[in-house]
């Protein structure tokens, strides 16, 4: 039973249009939510997190929400850019020796100039 | 910075073929993992070792072994290679254990078994 869901496959934007990607979990031990991009034939690349006692975190155009009573987080992008084209990833994590991380099955997002 | 360096970046190998697949980390990382990435199930934790002399099974280690050569080597065997290992492999470091850190993921194996 997968603990960390990406329900959209794909999604795809106009450049310049804000991007919106969900995420939702179902453990609620989880209290550590981070993103990560993903290009073709290249390793992930972390690019925003946000723990559990916070409900927004922002990084330039980057900003997750969270909301832990509906175990929702989402990962906003505005504006939108043709280079933000990739496989983003929803991982979480909750206090353990190894810093595991358990992740989504990916959203693959494509910005249309 | 190499950050994280995986070896070979592709390999073919026949069912029952045996092969370890190198990661070397410059980060001073203390913790290590191995991940494979299938379509439409992210990424799935294979071993983890959170520091130097210990390691521990992930979410899918059947079928795998581990060796956490020194602080910046962990290596992922498989002795008996199956079709179903077929993925792309990630090795993936962090800094510190009881921590959040994001971990930082080299550029992956892509595995295939015929």
């Known amino acids: 039973d997968q603990q960390v869901k990406q329900n959209s496959p794909s999604l795809s934007v106009q450049e310049g249009r804000i991007s919106i990607l969900n995420c939702d979990y179902t453990?609620?031990?989880?209290?550590?939510f981070l993103w990560y991009k993903k290009y073709p034939a290249e390793g992930p690349t972390f690019l925003i997190s946000?723990?559990?006692?916070?409900d927004k975190n922002e990084d330039g155009r980057f900003t997750v929400f969270l909301n832990k009573s509906a175990k929702h987080l989402s990962l906003h992008i505005v504006p939108s850019q043709p280079g933000d084209s990739a496989v983003y990833f929803c991982a979480a994590s909750g206090l353990n020796a190894g810093n595991m991380l358990t992740f989504g099955g990916g959203t693959r997002l494509m910005v249309k100039p | 910075n190499a950050g994280v360096t995986q070896t070979p970046k592709f390999q073919v190998l026949k069912t029952g073929q045996s092969m370890t697949l190198q990661c070397a980390q410059d980060?001073?990382?203390?913790?290590m993992y191995w991940y494979r990435q299938d379509p439409g199930m992210g990424l799935r934790l294979i071993y983890y070792?959170?520091?130097?002399?210990?390691?521990d099974k992930g979410e899918v280690p059947n079928g795998y072994n581990v060796s956490r050569l020194n602080k910046r080597e962990f290596s992922l065997r498989l002795e008996s290679a199956a079709p179903s290992q077929t993925s792309v492999y990630f090795c993936?470091?962090?800094?510190?254990?009881?921590?959040?850190?994001?971990?930082?993921f080299g550029d992956g194996t892509r595995l295939s078994i015929l």
């Open positions: 993936a470091s962090s800094s510190i254990s009881y921590s959040n850190q994001p971990q930082h």
């Open positions: 453990n609620s031990m989880f209290d550590y």
């Open positions: 070792s959170a520091s130097e002399g210990t390691t």
């Open positions: 946000i723990s559990s006692i916070k």
């Open positions: 980060m001073n990382h203390n913790s």
